[in-house]
C-alpha cells in the first residue's frame, strides 16, 4: 500500500523558517518524482515544487511564489523528501502536501505564519 | 503560466442525476489533465488521469472526456457519497495549475 504521511508543520512567526518532512512507503521512492502541492485557506490548490529521480540529476524546481525561499531536497535511503522553508510569509499559510507525481497524496501538514 | 478556470463553482443535484463539471485551460495542454475529489478534512483523491483514464478502484460512474483546451468530468448517476469538492489539475507544463474548484452538493 502506498502511504505519504507528512510532518513538521506548525505556528511560525513571520521571517522565521520551517522544515517539512514526507515520509513514503509502498513504491520505489528512488525512481519517483516528487511534487509538494499547498492549498490555501481559501481552499485554492497550487503547486509548490518538485523534485525528479536521481537518474533525471535531481532536479529541482519552483513556483515563483517561493523561488529563493524554499528548498526541496530528498533522501532515496529514508524513502524521504523534504520541504525547507525560509523567510516565511503570512500568505505562505496553508496545508502542505507531498504527492507523488499527482496520483498519490500525503494527508497533507498545517503551516501558519502569524505574528 | 497556464490558466485552468473551472465551472460551475457550486453545484446542487440529485441522487441519480448525471453530473458534469469543466475546466477550460488558457492554452492547449494535450489532454494532461487530471480530476480529483476532495472530501472534507481529507487530501484530494486522483479519479481520472490524463483526460479519460479510470484510476485503480474508482467507480466506473466517473468519466472524463476532453481535448485542447476543454475538458469535462462526468458523474452518470450522482450517489449521497459524491459528496465533496472537485478539482482539475493541468500537469502538461510548470507550473502545474489547478482549477478553482467545484463544490458539489446534493439537492
Known amino acids: 500500500e502506498v502511504q505519504l504521511v507528512e510532518t513538521g508543520g506548525g505556528l511560525v512567526q513571520p521571517g522565521k523558517s520551517l522544515k517539512l518532512t514526507c515520509a513514503t512507503s509502498?513504491?520505489?521512492?528512488?525512481?519517483?518524482?516528487m511534487h509538494w502541492v499547498r492549498q490555501s485557506p481559501e481552499k485554492q490548490l497550487e503547486w509548490v515544487a518538485q523534485i525528479k529521480a536521481k537518474s533525471n540529476n535531481y532536479a529541482t524546481y519552483y513556483a515563483e511564489s517561493v523561488k529563493g525561499r524554499f528548498t526541496i531536497s530528498r533522501d532515496d535511503s529514508k524513502s524521504s523528501v523534504y520541504l525547507q522553508m525560509n523567510s516565511l510569509k503570512e500568505e505562505d499559510t496553508a496545508i502542505y502536501y507531498c504527492?507523488?507525481?499527482?496520483?498519490?497524496w500525503g494527508q497533507g501538514v498545517m503551516v501558519t505564519v502569524s505574528s | 503560466d497556464i490558466q485552468m478556470t473551472q465551472s460551475p463553482s457550486f453545484l446542487s443535484a440529485s441522487v441519480g442525476d448525471r453530473v458534469t463539471i469543466n475546466c477550460k485551460a488558457s492554452q492547449n495542454i494535450n489532454k494532461y489533465l487530471n480530476w480529483y475529489q476532495q472530501k472534507l478534512g481529507e487530501a484530494p483523491k486522483l479519479l481520472i488521469y490524463n483526460t479519460n483514464n479510470l484510476q485503480t478502484g474508482i467507480p466506473s460512474r466517473f468519466s472524463g472526456s476532453g481535448s485542447g483546451t476543454d475538458y469535462t468530468l462526468t458523474i452518470s448517476s450522482l450517489q449521497p457519497e459524491d459528496v465533496a469538492t472537485y478539482f482539475c489539475l493541468q500537469h502538461s507544463s510548470r507550473p502545474w495549475t489547478f482549477g478553482g474548484g467545484t463544490k458539489l452538493e446534493l439537492k
Open positions: 509502498g513504491f520505489t521512492f528512488s525512481n519517483a518524482w
Open positions: 504527492t507523488r507525481s499527482s496520483d498519490y
